[in-house]
T-cell receptor, first 113, second 115 residues
Framework: DVKVTQSSRYLVKRTGEKVFLECVQD?????MFWYRQDPGLGLRLIYF???????EKGDIPEGYSVSREKKERFSLILESASTNQTSMYLC????????????FGQGTRLTVV | AQTVTQSQPEMSVQEAETVTLSCTYD???????LFWYKQPPSRQMILVIR??????QNATENRFSVNFQKAAKSFSLKISDSQLGDTAMYFC????????????FGQGTRLTINP
């Protein structure tokens, strides 16, 4: 059974804190993605990675960074959390051969107070 | 840059009816995939159907089918004989196949099936 696991389902952090959201996949996928989901805005791509140590900016990278030191793990970092980063964060992975679809984690609902 | 647009924020139909969700996209790529994903209240994203751009034949999966119009850059989802379990958010998505494979989503359509 394929799996994408996000480290937390719910998270509450204070403004200014450094926040790490972790995502691990067990399918040996090359591609990994981080999205935020907000009502009316759908899923917006923050960053993605197509290989170890490789990353590309998505549509809304400001205020975020990522790390991919190992193929199975893709971390999203909020350098200094702000209230406007309160959102649902979704991680996904897909193989380079996209005859298989992307698989998603269960999401992390982050609240910044 | 690729963009995906879903112009229907919400839709509501009666059980057993047929419903069509709209999606348009913009790209200069020639090789790509299109997807419809479903997100029920559990939040878990589930693939509904997938279409390869090089295939002219529209994809079908049981009660779900697409109308893929490549020249018009349109990719609508038809759900036949709708069921209460089809109630969910539906997202249209695009992935280019060349270079860095970016997966881009639309704004979503909230579909409610009424008994």
């Amino acid at each position: 059974d394929v799996k994408v696991t996000q480290s937390s389902r719910y998270l509450v952090k204070r403004t200014g804190e450094k926040v790490f959201l972790e995502c691990v996949q067990d399918m040996d996928h090359e591609n990994m993605f981080w999205y935020r989901q907000d009502p009316g805005l759908g899923l917006r791509l923050i960053y993605f990675s197509y290989d170890v140590k490789m990353k590309e900016k998505g549509d809304i990278p400001e205020g975020y960074s990522v790390s991919r030191e190992k193929k199975e793990r893709f971390s999203l970092i909020l350098e200094s959390a702000s209230t406007n980063q309160t959102s649902m964060y979704l991680c996904a992975s897909s193989p380079r051969d996209t005859h298989t679809e992307a698989f998603f984690g269960q999401g992390t609902r982050l609240t910044v107070v | 840059a690729q963009t995906v647009t879903q112009s229907q924020p919400e839709m509501s139909v009666q059980e057993a009816e047929t419903v069509t969700l709209s999606c348009t996209y913009d790209t200069s790529e020639n090789n790509y995939y299109l997807f419809w994903y479903k997100q029920p209240p559990s939040r878990q994203m589930i693939l509904v159907i997938r279409q390869e751009a090089y295939k002219q034949q529209n994809a079908t999966e049981n009660r779900f089918s697409v109308n893929f119009q490549k020249a018009a850059k349109s990719f609508s989802l038809k759900i036949s004989d709708s069921q209460l379990g089809d109630t969910a958010m539906y997202f249209c998505a695009f992935m280019n196949l060349q270079g860095a494979q970016k997966l881009v989503f639309g704004q979503g359509t909230r579909l409610t099936i009424n008994p």
